[in-house]
């Protein structure tokens, strides 16, 4: 039996022809769990030993590819850089990154939303203050409105600055609302949807387009038959 043929019976990805894996950038957390479930559904066979692993590299040589477990916010800089040929990330960390990566796919998981966020009461103050862990994001969307506001970076527990009197408002990611409603906040508005997307870098689509390519259409064969949610 042929590499190809083989790989094809394990649902794998036949990458150069040279036993060259294809190497993914997979982020750990809150999008692991869904995206997993969407490789799996498309017949890629990630193992469910992963799911716990402490790992940092994972090699699936019967699938074609090589997992980076990473932290969400530098999937695209693995990507940029070439370390990783895809990756998969959420459109907030695309937006606030802004990195030089191909987008190819938008996976429909992990939907949640970008929102203004702040007190019940909140009234419009003077030196107005937004904390976010997404400041490009915030500023942009500020600037665009021709609002002058500081922009406060915090890297978590970001509800927590209304309550504290750190900021007047917060810019954050909305999924459930369960946070906000158990800190007496209120969503004053949402500014874009958000879901995670598969990114390439820019040479590894030309290098290794056959399959990139075949993998973004097992995914969005899987995707339009609804699976993966
Ligand atoms: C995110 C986000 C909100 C929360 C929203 O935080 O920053 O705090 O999830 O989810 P919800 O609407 O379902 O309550 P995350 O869990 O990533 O932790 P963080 O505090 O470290 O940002």
Known sequence: ?????????????????KGELLKVAMPKGRIYKQASKLFREAGLPIPSDFDDT?????????????????KPVDVPTYVEYGVADIGIVGKDVLMEENKDVYEL?????????????????????????????????????????GQQVEVIKLNGSIELAPL????????????????????????????????????ANRVS????????????????????AGAGK
């Open 1 to 17: 039996m042929s590499r190809m043929e083989r790989d094809s019976l394990a649902g794998g990805i036949e990458t150069s022809g």
């Open 54 to 70: 402490r790992k940092l590299i994972i090699e699936l040589p019967e699938a074609g590819m090589s997992f980076i477990m990473a």
């Open 105 to 145: 796919l938008d996976l429909g998981i992990a939907k949640c939303r970008m929102s203004v966020i702040g007190l019940p009461d909140w009234k419009p103050i003077i030196n107005p203050r937004v904390a976010t862990k997404y400041p490009n994001v915030a500023s942009q969307y500020f600037r665009e409105l």
């Open 164 to 199: 504290i009197g750190l900021a007047d408002r917060i810019v954050d990611m909305v999924e459930t609302g369960q946070t906000l409603r158990e800190n007496g906040l209120v969503e004053m508005e949402s500014i874009f949807g958000i879901t995670s997307r598969l990114i």
């Open 205 to 224: 689509y030309r290098m290794k387009n056959e399959a990139i390519q075949s993998l973004c259409d097992k995914l969005q064969q899987t995707i339009a």
